[in-house]
């Protein structure tokens, strides 16, 4: 079935430093990925969406140059957080889904990145 | 916008039994899909079920079922002879023919032995 890899699993940077997360899918191409945020005990949020070649489409209130999204290949997409505040401390999802329309029509999610900033 | 609704925070059931988890949503699309998902404490995202709106047919997954009511905007998802390993977040989910995904605030589940 699809695989979605997600890497680093856990992070701890230093407050204004940046971090990046990847994003890839292992065994299918994906055309869209997401990026979704998750506070603890809460729902996930989604951030942006990107798009294979193109510019992300970030959700109202997320901060496009602080979360810069890029989605050079078909199979990664990744995801800065620069210059990180503890704020930003939070639970990183991303999710694929297909490209070629196989498989189920919800996405595989990535195993999530827990960023603390200290 | 489309909006998901879990109104049930926390849901407890006896080992063996079984419990329905409650979902709404708004939307003016006709044309959509809903998900339920499972999130262990390793907070993998699994895929529980899915229906397609377009479907009158309930979609079921072994221990899993769904009551999908397409005039009430209502999803609920029944999990019969529930297991320990059942014990999880559980998210409700739409998606339109943007493919966007919106979630529901979760439901906790916990199963006791």
């Known amino acids: 079935g699809a695989v979605v890899s997600q890497h680093p699993s856990r992070v701890i940077c230093k407050s204004g430093t940046s971090v990046k997360i990847e994003c890839r899918s292992l065994d299918f191409q994906a055309t869209t990925m997401f990026w979704y945020r998750q506070f603890p005990k809460q729902s996930l949020m989604l951030m942006a969406t990107?798009?294979?070649?193109?510019?992300?489409?970030?959700e109202q209130g997320v901060e496009k140059d602080k979360f810069l999204i890029n989605h050079a290949s078909l199979t990664l997409s990744t995801l800065t957080v620069t210059s990180a505040h503890p704020e930003d401390s939070s639970f990183y999802i991303c999710?694929?889904?297909?490209?070629?329309?196989?498989?189920?029509?919800?996405?595989?999610f990535g195993s999530g990145t827990r960023l603390t900033v200290v | 916008a489309q909006t998901v609704t879990q109104s049930q925070p926390e849901m407890s059931v006896q080992e063996a039994e079984t419990v329905t988890l409650s979902c709404t949503y708004d939307?003016?699309?006709?044309?959509?899909?809903l998900f339920w998902y499972k999130q262990p404490p390793s907070r993998q995202m699994i895929l529980v079920i899915r229906q397609e709106a377009y479907k009158q047919q309930n979609a079921t997954e072994n221990r899993f079922s769904v009551n999908f009511q397409k005039a009430a905007k209502s999803f609920s998802l029944k999990i019969s002879d529930s297991q320990l390993g059942d014990t999880a977040m559980y998210f409700c989910?739409?998606?339109?023919?943007?493919?966007?995904?919106?979630f529901g605030a979760g439901t906790r589940l916990t199963v006791k032995p």
């Open positions: 939307t003016s699309e006709s044309n959509y899909y």
């Open positions: 990107s798009n294979e070649g193109s510019k992300a489409t970030y």
């Open positions: 989910a739409f998606m339109n023919n943007n493919n966007d995904m919106r």
């Open positions: 999710s694929a889904r297909d490209g070629t329309g196989r498989g189920t029509y919800g996405y595989t």
